[in-house]
C-alpha cells in the first residue's frame, strides 16, 4: 500500500526537450515537495507519540490513584492491627493494602517507561530522511 503523502500525479516529461532552467526549477520543486512532505510526516508522527504519552500519563493518574487507595487501606489495616492485636480482619486488610501497592508500582512503571523521550522521537521520519539523502546520494554519484 502507498502512502498518500508521497504519490507524484505529474506526468514525466522528455528531459532532451526541456532547457536547463525548467530542470532546475522542478529539481527545487522536487525537493521542496519532499521536504513538505518529511515534515507534514514529522507532524503526523509526533501527534501518534504524543497520543501514547497522554496514556502513558493515564496510566500514571491511574497509578495515584490506586496508590492512594492503598495508602488509606494500609492506614486502615495498621489501625485495625494496633488496636485489635492479632485478630485476623487487620492482617486481611493489610493484605489487600499491599496487593494494590504492588499494582500501582506496576501501572508507574509502565507509564514511567512509555513516556521515556526516545519513544516520543519521530524516528520513522529520521530514517526516511536518511532513506532520500542516501538516494540523492546515489543519484549524484552515478553521474
Do not use: C
Amino acid at each position: 500500500m502507498t502512502d498518500p503523502i508521497y504519490t507524484d500525479t505529474t506526468p514525466p516529461q522528455q528531459p532532451a526537450s526541456r532547457s536547463t532552467t525548467d530542470l532546475i526549477g522542478d529539481a527545487l520543486s522536487h525537493v521542496s515537495s519532499l521536504v513538505r512532505k518529511e515534515v507534514d510526516l514529522a507532524r503526523a508522527e509526533v501527534n501518534e507519540n504524543l497520543n501514547r504519552a497522554g496514556v502513558a500519563i493515564g496510566l500514571i493518574v491511574g497509578a495515584i490513584v490506586i496508590a492512594l487507595t492503598a495508602l488509606n487501606v494500609l492506614a486502615a489495616a495498621l489501625t485495625a492491627a494496633l488496636t485489635e492485636a492479632g485478630i485476623p480482619a487487620g492482617w486481611s486488610a493489610l493484605l489487600v493494602g499491599v496487593v494494590l501497592a504492588i499494582i500501582a508500582f506496576v501501572l508507574m512503571n509502565k507509564g514511567l517507561n512509555d513516556l521515556k523521550l526516545s519513544s516520543l522521537a519521530p524516528s520513522r521520519t529520521a530514517d526516511n530522511v536518511k532513506r532520500d539523502a542516501q538516494a540523492v546520494k546515489d543519484a549524484y554519484d552515478a553521474k
